[in-house]
């Protein structure tokens, strides 16, 4: 930028300033009588303060050019990260938030001491709210708007259906999440819809894993990071690396729960902790682990089952074996089976937070085969 031909427009802005002022002054005093001051002097107050303006704008003039278009360099990179639909909602609510204070301002102006202040506060406060709440709720606006377009279209579709539409709000994903690798088979199935949101600290995190001495968590990382390359490049699915970070000093969990609250949208995760603080401050939450929870064949009490007895169980006399989902059966008295495949009748079971448990005991037949032997 060449600060001389920035320079001589702002002396100009200066020197107009100055004049500007020496003549509301001059023209306040000229109110009284007699003049306080005569030809000559405010002849040179007006030459006065038109080169001091002059002078002002010279020097500065650079410096504030400067500060006003990285305020605009700045507000531009912000609105071209945010989403389209993030911008079509906020302007639609800035407007209707203008207009319903267009409509009450005539019964505010005439209020004592803040009638002249309080329409312009309320226009502030209502464009606010408008681009606030319309920005949260683009997804249900959305949805209705689709709604509405098959209605009209003639298919059929009642207005009852509104009710069951799929929740397409975006999905912040946890490293967690990524590096567990069930989120492919959850978006391959369609039961994880919307932007996939990938913090930039998150893509940081795997890569620190992916390096790391230990071979195991190397594993982990470049595992992680082949999930979200099969997402991308193989799904098609719509992943944003979100470069900007709200919280820079923060840890991974807290950015992710600010992403996920300023965007209303759901968290990703395979985290206990991260779930439960992400609920405590209000964030939806999208656990894996109790999705496969959820998913798991549930026994009653009274019906068979066949298990393989691996390990002693915590107390005497218990077996213990695993379905081939993972799900702990501990089998009375199975101990004595150990190595062996047998048939159990399922007596109880129970949901934990590592998963549900079911209680069994031996099939009364083997048993009596046992004893007899």
């Not at 509301?24 to 007699?34: D, E, F, I, K, T």
């Not at 708007?145 to 999905?171: M, P």
């Not at 230990?214 to 595992?223: F, S, T």
């Not at 009375?332 to 495949?341: A, I, L, N, P, S």
């Amino acid at each position: 930028m060449d600060q001389s031909a920035v320079r001589w427009p702002f002396s100009a802005i200066g020197a107009g300033g100055g004049l500007y002022v020496a003549l509301r002054a001059l023209g306040a005093m000229s109110r009284s009588y007699p003049l306080p001051v005569g030809g000559s002097v405010a002849f040179a107050v007006l030459m006065g303060l038109a080169v001091a303006g002059a002078v002002l704008g010279f020097l500065v003039g650079p410096t504030v050019l400067r500060w006003f278009l990285g305020i605009l360099r700045a507000l531009e990179f912000r609105l071209a990260r945010i989403p389209a639909t993030d911008l079509l909602a906020g302007a639609v609510g800035t407007i209707l938030g203008l207009i319903i204070a267009f409509l009450v301002s005539p019964a505010l102006v005439h209020l004592p001491l803040v009638g002249r202040y309080l329409p312009a506060a309320v226009s502030l406060l209502s464009a606010y709210l408008g681009w606030a709440v319309f920005t949260r709720k683009r997804q249900d606006w959305l949805v209705l708007w689709e709604a509405i377009g098959r209605n009209s279209e003639g298919h059929g579709v009642e207005t009852r259906t509104l009710s069951v539409v799929r929740d397409a709000r975006a999905k912040v994903l946890d490293t967690s999440a990524i590096i567990d690798g069930r989120i492919i088979d959850l978006y391959r199935t369609g039961f994880l819809e919307g932007d996939l949101i990938v913090a930039q600290a998150v893509l940081d995190e795997l890569r620190h894993i992916a390096d790391s001495p230990d071979n195991l968590r190397r594993q982990r990382g470049r595992h992680g990071l082949d999930m979200l390359a099969l997402l991308q490049r193989e799904l098609r699915a719509p992943v944003t690396i979100l470069q900007e970070d709200p919280l820079p000093e923060g840890e991974v969990d807290a950015k992710l729960v600010l992403i996920a609250r300023e965007r209303d949208a759901y968290v990703v995760t395979t985290d206990y902790n991260l779930n439960k603080v992400a609920e405590l401050q209000g964030v939806s939450v999208l656990n894996v682990n109790e999705l496969a929870n959820a998913l798991k064949p549930r026994f009653l009490p009274g019906e068979d089952m066949i298990v393989r007895v691996v390990a002693d169980g915590k107390q005497n006399g218990q077996g213990v074996g695993y379905l081939q989902d993972g799900t702990m059966v501990v089998v009375e008295g199975g101990k004595r089976f150990m190595g062996e495949e047998l048939e159990i009748e399922v007596t109880s079971s129970i949901q934990t937070s590592a998963g549900r448990m079911i209680f069994g005991r031996p099939a009364e037949g083997l048993l009596d085969r046992v004893g007899r032997a």
